[in-house]
């Protein structure tokens, strides 16, 4: 479960994104790195620990930074290719978000070095329940993912913006015809995919490690979910991670060889996604899309 | 007179081993390796217009299936290599199969799911593959480098010739009307899924075939062939030198993989400095970099007459 809610935090992020900018953001790990990083520098600052601030406000700190760069870069990449209304969108922007991951992990190697760094934990210790021991860093990861879920659903279903986004998300000529302003929300959903996704970084670099290549398998994974789900739903998103969390602790039983069990433990969600592309590919959840 | 430049640079290619030997040389044979991918991988994308990340892994399953034929039943290299070519052909009948149905970015993750896989696999199944130490391969001509450098410049002539063949005939067409409109083209009686199949098996095989030259030159083959980092290198290189022109392709590999190699003290800048020099090319001159050089330099030698556009294909 705990797992399951992380999984699901960083697979809303690439799942917005898909739903209001009608792309798969190929950088989607290099964002979860971002956002590890930023917050173990802003963690680990002298401003945090001069003024004895919690180390909640550098997570909090962490959201409106994240959420400009996406922001900007929608602005500097992204919209130039829509307003060109190009014939190739799709492909254009594959390209573009698959290299600024290229980009973004080979500016971190040299930048930050090749090493792991552990992000300090926000909670430390355990808790147990019953019988159930869980360490304070994944708990942390599960509540305060938890709560930025919750958070989001009152964004989307609650506010003007949200309404906007989801109309954009639904039929972006419609939503333009009524007075949205479509652009500013494709910058907005990026800004706050990549915020999401950044969070679900720094909250797992609390529980694994911050190095430039973190995001990659976590990035495989969202994936994974967000096709299972359905692209662009955000409902099918959650239940998606929840069935990758399970598949994959079953899946490294199913070999009795530990090493093997151990290595294919990513194959198994590929597998995954590979037949629900083959078979649905619209997702448990997603709506069929009509042929272009 | 188009093909003109094309003649002078076969004819530099050719006279290049007289005045670089050893170090130069190896990097010019792993340039022609890159070429070979990157100029298929652009007809792949370019010309039909399917993003496939898989082609890092085609052309490891080519250097795999070599290396282990080469190894285990002792048949000759050059045979192993075209054998390589023939499996990773079978794996792009494969995967194109599965992904006939597919767009856009469903199609570009299916085949990342692909890659990925495969590269699991081979770290796995340490008993066939070693795992990530790799497979220890015999050189080809025992390492003789001019012989090496020759056949790889071989190679690539005969790939991006039987490429240009494809691309002058009516398949040509037909698939270039499939990048453009693929339900347009299947509605004018164009067979678009026996094409897609057709030019998912042909990129493939040339990856394969990169993929087993590649590994003889080196002499190591391990998973690190089909890292997705290596992907993004192929398509930087065809980025750079214009997706939609295969020469373009073939020599904006061989031009950065140059710059690679002199930019050493930089290590580990450098895919950054690529990333960036990627970004910036889509962003302001999505046709590629070197065919706008191409164009301004052709402006500037005849100033009086219209500026050809060059590199659109």
């Not at chain 1, 972006?172 to 907005?188: F, K």
């Not at chain 2, 073939?250 to 950054?272: D, K, P, S």
Request: some cysteine.
């Amino acid at each position: 479960m705990v797992i399951g809610t992380l999984y699901a935090l960083m697979a809303l992020g690439l799942s917005l994104i898909f739903g209001v900018l009608k792309l798969v953001n190929f950088a989607h790990g290099e964002s979860m790195m971002v956002g590890g990083y930023l917050y173990y520098f802003l963690a680990t600052s002298f401003i945090v620990h001069l003024l004895g601030l919690p180390l909640v406000v550098a997570l909090a700190a962490t959201v409106p930074v994240l959420f400009f760069f996406g922001f900007i870069l929608e602005q500097t990449f992204l919209r130039p290719a829509y307003n060109r209304q190009t014939a190739r969108y799709d492909e254009y922007v594959i390209l573009v978000t698959f290299t600024l991951g290229i980009f973004l992990q080979n500016l971190a190697l040299p930048l930050f070095g090749p090493y792991n760094r552990q992000a300090p934990a926000i909670f430390k210790g355990r808790i147990r329940i019953g019988d159930l021991i869980i360490a304070g860093d994944r708990l942390t990861g599960a509540v305060v993912a938890f709560a930025v879920i919750v958070v989001l659903f009152i964004f989307l279903y609650r506010t003007y913006w949200g309404k906007g986004l989801r109309a954009v998300s639904q039929n972006p000529e419609a939503a333009a015809s009524l007075g949205i302003n479509v652009p500013r929300m494709r910058s907005m959903a990026f800004g706050i995919g990549i915020s999401l996704t950044g969070i679900a970084g720094a909250l797992l670099g609390q529980i694994f490690l911050v190095n430039p290549v973190m995001g990659v398998p976590f990035a495989v994974k969202a994936f994974v979910i967000v096709v299972l789900g359905g692209m662009g739903s955000i409902k099918g998103t959650i239940v998606g991670a929840f069935i990758l969390a399970v598949v994959e602790s079953f899946g490294s039983i199913l070999l009795p060889d530990p090493t093997r069990a151990l290595a294919y433990k990513d194959a198994y969600g590929l597998l995954l996604l590979i037949v629900t592309l083959m078979f649905r590919p619209q997702g448990l959840f997603g709506e069929k899309v009509r042929r272009a | 007179m188009k093909r003109l430049p094309a003649f002078g640079l076969l004819v530099l290619a050719i006279l290049f081993p007289l005045f670089y030997k050893d170090y130069w040389l190896y990097v010019a044979v792993i340039g022609l390796y890159y070429a070979l991918l990157s100029s298929s991988w652009s007809m792949l994308a370019g010309q039909v217009g399917i993003i496939s990340f898989a082609h890092a892994a085609f052309a490891a399953v080519g250097a795999y299936t070599s290396a282990i034929l080469v190894i285990r039943l002792q048949i000759p290299i050059a045979v192993g290599i075209l054998l390589g070519a023939c499996a990773a052909a079978g794996f792009g009948y494969l995967i194109g199969a599965l992904t006939l149905r597919m767009r856009g970015p469903y199609l570009a993750l299916t085949t990342l799911g692909f890659a990925e896989i495969f590269r699991i696999f081979l770290t796995a199944e340490y008993d066939l593959t070693r795992g990530s130490y790799g497979l220890q391969v015999p050189l080809m001509f025992a390492g003789n480098k001019i012989l090496i450098y020759y056949t790889g410049l071989g190679l690539l002539v005969m790939t991006l010739w039987v490429l240009y063949l494809i691309l002058d005939s009516k398949i040509g067409l037909f698939l270039q009307a499939m990048r453009e409109d693929e339900d347009g083209a299947a509605t004018r009686g164009v067979n678009t899924v026996y094409y897609r199949l057709y030019a998912f098996v042909i990129t493939s095989a040339f990856a394969g075939l990169a993929g087993g030259f590649y590994a003889h030159v080196v002499g190591l083959v391990s998973p690190r062939m089909a890292l997705i980092s290596e992907m993004g290198l192929i398509l930087a290189m065809s980025i750079f030198g214009g997706l939609e022109s295969l020469l373009g392709a073939a020599l904006g590999a061989i031009v950065l993989q140059g710059l690679t190699e002199y930019l050493r003290t930089f290590e580990e800048w450098r895919l950054a400095v690529f990333g960036a020099l990627v970004l910036f090319t889509l962003r302001f001159s999505p046709e590629g970099i070197l065919p706008k050089l191409y164009e301004l330099a052709n402006a500037m030698f005849h100033r009086r007459s219209q500026p050809v556009k060059a590199g659109s294909r």
